[in-house]
């Protein structure tokens, strides 16, 4: 397997614009995850799925972002609009056991919204 | 709630010297347990875990944490540091079924000193 894929690896936006991240988490694994790393924040938890349904999205820092996972194998983050605050690293991750199992990253995608 | 304290930012070692990190955690149940590790501009990877199974768990690279309840720690060592091991590393905690949510200690940058 290929491993979490996630698209753009970069993207530069400007203030006010849609920006949509991409996920293709491991074939097989029922859960999703969606991270956001910034230096003064660390790693948080922005919204999980199961078997496609979300569960808890307690994350989402503003109605500006949205989550969607319309089938096993593809998951968007979308933000809207944009702001500068948003520049972050951006990962998705997927495991088949949940809050047991091991987590697989993908290699993030790297947001600046100037 | 859970939660992980990494109660050190930053740890330099000399290449071929032990390795500590150190990580408190706090939780209502019997937690899940896990060390990831990100090398710079790369996604995480999970070095180890902890299951309720074995109190000295060994992962990849050389690396063990003992989980130890009555400090409600789980310390990282390694005997031998090696240059490939300066990256940063997470601390996570989870509870497992029924609360899939991974929450993240606030990371420790190694460094290597040659």
């Known amino acids: 397997d290929a491993g979490v894929i996630q698209s753009p690896r970069h993207e530069v936006t400007e203030m006010g614009q849609e920006v949509t991240l991409r996920c293709k988490p491991i074939?097989?694994?029922?859960?999703l995850f969606w991270y956001r790393q910034t230096m003064m924040r660390g790693l948080e938890l922005l919204i999980y799925f199961n078997n496609n349904v979300p569960i808890d999205d307690s994350g989402m820092p503003e109605d500006r972002f949205s989550a969607k996972m319309p089938n096993a194998s593809f998951s968007t983050l979308k933000i809207q609009p944009s702001e500068p605050r948003d520049s972050a690293v951006y990962f998705c991750a997927s495991s088949r056991l949940g809050g047991v199992g091991e987590a697989f990253f993908g290699q993030g995608t790297r947001l600046t919204v100037v | 709630a859970q939660s992980v304290t990494q109660l050190d930012s930053h740890v330099s070692v000399s290449e071929g010297t032990p390795v500590l990190l150190r990580c408190n955690y706090s939780s209502s149940y019997s937690p899940s347990l896990f060390w990831y590790v990100q090398h710079p501009n790369k996604g995480l990877q999970l070095l180890l875990k902890y299951t309720s199974a074995a109190t000295l768990v060994k992962g990849i690279n050389g690396f063990e944490a003992e989980f130890k309840k009555s400090e409600t720690s789980f310390h990282l060592t390694k005997p031998s540091a090696h240059m490939s091991d300066a990256a940063e590393y997470f601390c996570?905690?989870?509870?497992?079924?029924?609360?899939?949510?991974?929450?993240f200690g606030t990371g420790t940058r190694l460094t290597i000193i040659p």
């Open positions: 996570v905690v989870s509870v497992g079924f029924g609360n899939e949510k991974l929450t």
């Open positions: 074939s097989g694994h029922d859960y």
